[in-house]
Nanobody
């Protein structure tokens, strides 16, 4: 019913910047919180940043001051601006959204959705 499509990953040198985007589409009534997670090889998926529908944000300590999460509610899109990237930021980045959908029976239902992931690689 809802798809999250990420873009913007790639290879960058340490100290560089990347901007990730995640656009939601489908039978969306409204989107509550949105977030970015990441998973490095051999490690568990970890929360990077969250943003509420009202724009309140939270960050993992490891990215505070370097990453900025934002969203465009009109476009159902969340962004992650990543500056001063470090090799330890290398991971697959996933977006996540708490979406209220309109079901086929015209009711509202609340589901959690994930994007397919986008690779971010930071080289020395």
């Amino acid at each position: 019913q809802v798809q999250l499509v990420e873009s913007g990953g790639g290879l960058v040198q340490a100290g560089g910047s990347l901007r990730l985007s995640c656009a939601a589409s489908g039978s969306i009534f409204t989107i509550n919180a949105m977030a970015w997670y990441r998973q490095a090889p051999g490690k568990q998926r970890e929360l990077v940043a969250t943003i509420t529908s009202g724009g309140s944000t939270n960050y993992a300590d490891s990215v505070k001051g370097r990453f900025t999460i934002s969203r465009d509610n009109a476009k159902n899109t969340v962004y992650l601006q990543m500056n001063s990237l470090k090799p330890e930021d290398t991971a697959v980045y996933y977006c996540n959204a708490d979406v209220v959908v309109i079901t086929t029976s015209a009711r509202l239902a609340d589901y959690d959705y994930w994007g397919q992931g986008t690779q971010v690689t930071v080289s020395l």
